[in-house]
C-alpha cells in the first residue's frame, strides 16, 4: 500500500486504465512499426475506437488508414504463447475457427522516442517483454536509410519456476495493400542466417501509391527471424497456419504456392519457436519487418525525369543483403536507438520538463516516417509526404513546420530536403516569381509544377518559409557556400515579398483549413522576418549593399508591421489576426523565426506582451490557434511555447501533454484538434510530419544570438 502510494505520487502521469499503466502518458495511438510513409502501423488506443492501450484482442493498422476500427483495413500482426501447453494471445484478434485464445495480462505500456514496450504476464508463470523498436538514428545516415523495423520479445518466468514455453508470430498479405481483392504473392527463404518470408503485391505499379490511405503499389515486404532448428515456419491460410500452431505447437515447414488475393484465405507468413524451458533467465527472440523499394520516387531534376532509387540501395546490393544486415545489426540499432532517446529525453527535460518529453517522444518516430531517405549517384536527398492532408510530396508549409527535428537532430537533413526543390526550381521548372507550394501533387511523383500554377496558391508563406529555412541550415551547418549556390533564387523571392509582404493580399496560409484572410499578420510577420533573414544571407556570402538594402526595408516594415498588427488598448495588449479586425487574434508563431536565426528584428516587448496574452484564451486542452473557432495546431503551440516566457511555455506544454493523455481521439497523432473537447476538429490529420515541430525548443539549441550585421 505505501508503495503503490508513492508510484501515484511520483508518478502522477501513470493511468491506470484496464489494469495497464501507461508511461509517459496514455497516447491516442501507439507506434508499432512506423518507419516510412508506407510502413505506418500503429495501435489505435483512443477512445474513438481504440483498444485503450492493450496490444491483446485488437488488430493494428496502417495509419493514417482506412484503420482498424472505422472500415477494416489492418496490418494484421498475430501473437500466440503457449506456456506448459495453454495458450494465449498477446498480439492481435485472430479466431481461429472459432478458437480464440485468450488474452494475455498486460500490466504497462512504455513508449520512449524510438521503441514502444508492452510488458505482459502470462498467467502468473512468465512475463513477456515485447519491444516494437523503429531506429531513429539520425547521425548514421546509413542505418537511418534501412526501411525496417525490429520486434523483440524476451520471455522469462517470474515465480521461481522453469516452464516449457513456444512462441509465435504472423503477418499477414495485408500488409501488401489496403485494397482487399488486390493479388498478393510471396516466397520464403533463408539467407545470412536469417529466415524471411517475403511478400509483395503481385501486379507492381512502380511511383503509385493511395491516397488518402498511402499504400505502395510496389516494393517487397520481408518478415524474419533467425534460421534455428527450434523455429519453424508456415505460409497458408490464417486458418490452417495459426491451428497448425495451437494444436500442434510448430508449424510443418511448408509453402503455400496458390498465390490469391488477399482475403481468399487471407495468406499469413508465420514463425514459432520453441523456447523450451524457460526459467529466469530472459530468453528473447527478435524480428524484423523490412519494406525494401529500389526505386522510391519519380523525379523532374535538373536532368529530367529520373527514378530515385533508396539511399540503402548506395550500400547494399540486393534487399536481401540490406534484411540480412538490418537483423543481424540488433544490438548496434538498439544502442545507436537509446542514445537517442537518452539524448531527446535529457534535451526535452532540461527545455520544458517531463510534459514536454512525453509530447517530443510521442513525436520523434511520426516525423521520421514521412519522410524516405534517397540518392541519385552520389547525392542524398529527403523526400517528405504529406501524410493524410493530400499527399502533396516536398509541401514547402509542412517541411517549415516539421524542420525542428531535423534541424535539431542533424542539420544536414534540412538540406537533404531544400535540394529537391531548390534543382527543380533553379532548371527554370516554374515559371513564377514567387517560390513553388510542393513538389507534386502526389507522392512518391516529384514532377513538380511546370506550368506555374495547379498547386495552393501561397506565394508569401512558401518564399518566407524557404528564406528562412535555407538560412536555419546554413546556420547550424556553418555552409555559406550553400546560401552562395542559391543566392540568385533566393534575391528573386525576396524581391517578392518586398513587394507583397507588409500588406498581404487575400491569400492562404499554411492553416489553409482556416481559409483565406486579407492582411494576415502572422503571414506578414513571417515576410518580413525573411527579408531580414536574406540580409544575413547576403551578409554572409559577401553581398553589401543587398544586407543594407534589405536590413532597411525589413525595419522600415516592421515598424509600420507593428502600427497595424498590435491591438493597443485591448486588455491585455495583443497583436491582432488581420490587420482590420481588432478583435481578433492569433498564435504568432512565425515570430519563432526571428528567435531561430538570431535577428533580433522584433523588440522584445512584442515577446513580452504576447506572454501575457496567451494564458487569457487559453482552453481546456491548449490555446486556439485563432478567433475563426476554437481549433488548434499542436505544432504552432509548440513554435509559439518555445519563444514564451517561462511560465507561458509552461501552460502551453502541459495543455498538450494533458491533451495526448486525454484525447478521445484514436489516430497517429493528429496535430489539429478542438482545445474544448480534444476531439478531431474538421478534418482528420493524422500520421503527418509537422509533429516535427514539437522540438521547437530543441532546435532553439546553437541558435545564435545575434546575427552578424546588426
Ligand atoms: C524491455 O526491453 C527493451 C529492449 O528490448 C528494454 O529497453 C526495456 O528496458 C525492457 N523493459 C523492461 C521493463 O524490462
Ligand atoms: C532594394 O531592394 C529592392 C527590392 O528588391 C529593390 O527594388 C531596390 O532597387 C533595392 N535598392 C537598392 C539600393 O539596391
Ligand atoms: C488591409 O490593410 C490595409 C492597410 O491597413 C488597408 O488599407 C486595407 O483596406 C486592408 N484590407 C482589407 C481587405 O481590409
Aim: proline residues 5%.
Amino acid at each position: 500500500m505505501y508503495i503503490h502510494l508513492l508510484v501515484l505520487t511520483f508518478c502522477g502521469l501513470r493511468n491506470l486504465v484496464s489494469g495497464s499503466t501507461f508511461s509517459p502518458a496514455r497516447p491516442p495511438a501507439i507506434p508499432l512499426a512506423v518507419k516510412s510513409p508506407y510502413m505506418n502501423t500503429w495501435l489505435e488506443v483512443g477512445n474513438d475506437g481504440g483498444s485503450g492501450g492493450v496490444l491483446p484482442g485488437y488488430w493494428p493498422g496502417p495509419q493514417p488508414g482506412p484503420v482498424a476500427g472505422s472500415n477494416g483495413a489492418v496490418t494484421a500482426w498475430t501473437g500466440f504463447i503457449t506456456v506448459d501447453g495453454s495458450s494465449s494471445t498477446w498480439m492481435g484478434a485472430a479466431n481461429v475457427n472459432g478458437v480464440v485464445p485468450p488474452s494475455v495480462t498486460q500490466t504497462s505500456l512504455e513508449y520512449t522516442s524510438t521503441r514502444s514496450t508492452f510488458i505482459m504476464n502470462v498467467a502468473g508463470k512468465v512475463s513477456m517483454n515485447v519491444t516494437f523498436l523503429s531506429p531513429v538514428t539520425p547521425n548514421d545516415i546509413r542505418r537511418q536509410s534501412v526501411t525496417g523495423s525490429y520486434l523483440s520479445v524476451t520471455v522469462a518466468a517470474i515465480d521461481g519456476g522453469s516452464h516449457s514455453v513456444r512462441l509465435y508470430v504472423d503477418t499477414s498479405a495485408e500488409w501488401t495493400s489496403i485494397h482487399n481483392s488486390d493479388t498478393a504473392q510471396w516466397s520464403y527463404s533463408v539467407d545470412n542466417g536469417v529466415a524471411n518470408h517475403k511478400y509483395w503485391r503481385q501486379t507492381q505499379s512502380e511511383f503509385n501509391a493511395d491516397y488518402p490511405d498511402d499504400a505502395a503499389h510496389w516494393g517487397y515486404w520481408y518478415w524474419s527471424t533467425a534460421a534455428t532448428s527450434s523455429m519453424t515456419y508456415q505460409s497458408g491460410s490464417d486458418v490452417n497456419v495459426r491451428g497448425n500452431f495451437l494444436n500442434n505447437g510448430v508449424l510443418p515447414n511448408t509453402q503455400d504456392t496458390n498465390y490469391r488475393p488477399i482475403s481468399d484465405n487471407w495468406p499469413v507468413f508465420g514463425f514459432a519457436n520453441a523456447l523450451g524451458n524457460v526459467g529466469s533467465s530472459p530468453v528473447e527472440t527478435l524480428y524484423t519487418i523490412v519494406h525494401a523499394q529500389q526505386n522510391a520516387i519519380y523525379f523532374d531534376s535538373a536532368n529530367g525525369d529520373v527514378g530515385v532509387p533508396s539511399l540503402w540501395t548506395s550500400y547494399w546490393n540486393s534487399d536481401l543483403d540490406m534484411v540480412g544486415f538490418f537483423y543481424n545489426d540488433f544490438r548496434n540499432m538498439a544502442s545507436l536507438s537509446e542514445a537517442t532517446d537518452s539524448q531527446f529525453a535529457g534535451d526535452s527535460i532540461a527545455a520544458g520538463g517531463q510534459d514536454y518529453l512525453t509530447i517530443t517522444s510521442l513525436s520523434a518516430r511520426q516525423a521520421f516516417a514521412a519522410v524516405q531517405l534517397c540518392r541519385t549517384d552520389a547525392k542524398p536527398y529527403l523526400f517528405l509526404k504529406e501524410i493524410s492532408t493530400d499527399g502533396n510530396i516536398q509541401t514547402v508549409d509542412v517541411l517549415y513546420p516539421a524542420m525542428p527535428i531535423f534541424l535539431y537532430s542533424n542539420p544536414i537533413l534540412v538540406k537533404y530536403l531544400l535540394d529537391p526543390l531548390f534543382e527543380n526550381q533553379e532548371a527554370g521548372k516554374f515559371p513564377q516569381a514567387y517560390a513553388m507550394h510542393d513538389l507534386g501533387a502526389n507522392y512518391p511523383r516529384a514532377i513538380g509544377h511546370p506550368s506555374g500554377d495547379g498547386a495552393e496558391y501561397m506565394p508569401l508563406e512558401e518564399c518566407g518559409n524557404m528564406i528562412i529555412t535555407t538560412l536555419a541550415y546554413a546556420q547550424r551547418a556553418q555552409d555559406t557556400g550553400y546560401l552562395s549556390q542559391h543566392y540568385s533564387i533566393l534575391k528573386q523571392w525576396t524581391s517578392y515579398l518586398v513587394q507583397e509582404a507588409l500588406v498581404p493580399e487575400n491569400q492562404l496560409s499554411t492553416d489553409d483549413f482556416q481559409g483565406q484572410l486579407a492582411n494576415q499578420t502572422n503571414l506578414a510577420l513571417k515576410g518580413i522576418i525573411a527579408i531580414q533573414a536574406m540580409s544575413e544571407i547576403a551578409s554572409k556570402t559577401g553581398n553589401g549593399a543587398d544586407a543594407t538594402n534589405y536590413s532597411n526595408i525589413a525595419h522600415d516594415y516592421i515598424g509600420k508591421w507593428h502600427e497595424m498588427a498590435v491591438v493597443t488598448d485591448a486588455n491585455p495588449p495583443h497583436t491582432n489576426l488581420d490587420y482590420q479586425d481588432d478583435s481578433s487574434h492569433g498564435l504568432l508563431y512565425n515570430l519563432y523565426a526571428d528567435r531561430l536565426l538570431g535577428l533580433n528584428l522584433v523588440p522584445q516587448a512584442i515577446y513580452d506582451m504576447q506572454s501575457a496574452f496567451y494564458p487569457t484564451v487559453a482552453e481546456t486542452y491548449g490555446v486556439p490557434l485563432d478567433t475563426r473557432n476554437v481549433f488548434t495546431k499542436s505544432d504552432w503551440q509548440m513554435w509559439t511555447a518555445a519563444i514564451a516566457s517561462h511560465s507561458t511555455k509552461t501552460i502551453f506544454i502541459s495543455l498538450l501533454a494533458k491533451w495526448i493523455n486525454e484525447t478521445p481521439t484514436n489516430r497517429a497523432f493528429t496535430d489539429l484538434y478542438n482545445t474544448q473537447t480534444g476531439d478531431f476538429a474538421g478534418g482528420q490529420f493524422i500520421a503527418r510530419p509537422v509533429v516535427g515541430g514539437h522540438f521547437a525548443l530543441l532546435a532553439l539549441n546553437g541558435a545564435p544570438t545575434a546575427a552578424s550585421g546588426k
